[in-house]
């Protein structure tokens, strides 16, 4: 019969065999998933990318005195999980709607850590702004501003 100490041991030694025959850890292989081509060259594997949007719960609005005015948010959110990968701001006009998209494209096979990243950003508005109401809405959040 086997002592526990004895089945340690053996479990023991058969992992420290695994690593010396080059047996990848999953940490080693999450890496290796995590690694994007920017162009892909002839023979890359193409990635199937998911749009992952940024939770906007804060947005401080500036707006300059002088003539054009300009617009400035302040944003504070959280990213949904733990994987460092670029951060794309996308902006859009139309009458008074100003839209602010923040998210990050993700592989859709990615594995990340599952842990909130918070995410703060000054965003200059492109173009100005005349005297008027508007309502800017980063991701889901909305904020009316009066200029």
């Given at each position: 019969?086997?002592?526990?100490?004895?089945?340690?041991?053996?479990?023991?030694?058969?992992?420290?065999?695994?690593?010396?025959?080059?047996?990848?850890?999953?940490?080693?292989?999450?890496?290796?998933?995590?690694?994007?081509?920017?162009?892909?060259?002839?023979?890359?594997?193409?990635?199937?990318?998911?749009?992952?949007?940024?939770?906007?719960?804060?947005?401080?609005?500036?707006?300059?005195?002088?003539?054009?005015?300009?617009?400035?948010?302040?944003?504070?959110g959280?990213?949904?999980?733990?994987?460092?990968?670029?951060?794309?701001?996308?902006?859009?006009?139309?009458?008074?709607?100003?839209?602010?998209?923040?998210?990050?494209?993700?592989?859709?096979?990615?594995?990340?850590?599952?842990i909130?990243?918070?995410?703060?950003?000054?965003?200059?508005?492109?173009?100005?702004?005349?005297?008027?109401?508007?309502?800017?809405?980063?991701?889901?959040?909305?904020?009316?501003?009066?200029?």
């Amino acid at each position: 019969m086997f002592r526990v100490d004895m089945l340690l041991a053996l479990l023991l030694l058969a992992l420290g065999l695994l690593g010396l025959h080059g047996a990848e850890s999953p940490i080693s292989q999450q890496a290796a998933k995590t690694t994007i081509p920017t162009q892909p060259s002839e023979g890359d594997e193409v990635r199937e990318i998911e749009k992952v949007m940024t939770h906007i719960f804060r947005v401080d609005v500036s707006v300059t005195e002088d003539d054009p005015r300009r617009v400035t948010l302040n944003v504070a959110g959280e990213h949904p999980d733990g994987c460092e990968l670029p951060v794309h701001v996308a902006q859009s006009r139309e009458g008074s709607a100003v839209r602010v998209e923040i998210y990050r494209e993700l592989p859709v096979d990615i594995v990340c850590p599952m842990i909130l990243r918070p995410y703060q950003d000054t965003i200059q508005l492109d173009g100005a702004f005349a005297a008027g109401s508007y309502r800017i809405h980063v991701n889901e959040h909305t904020q009316p501003v009066d200029i």
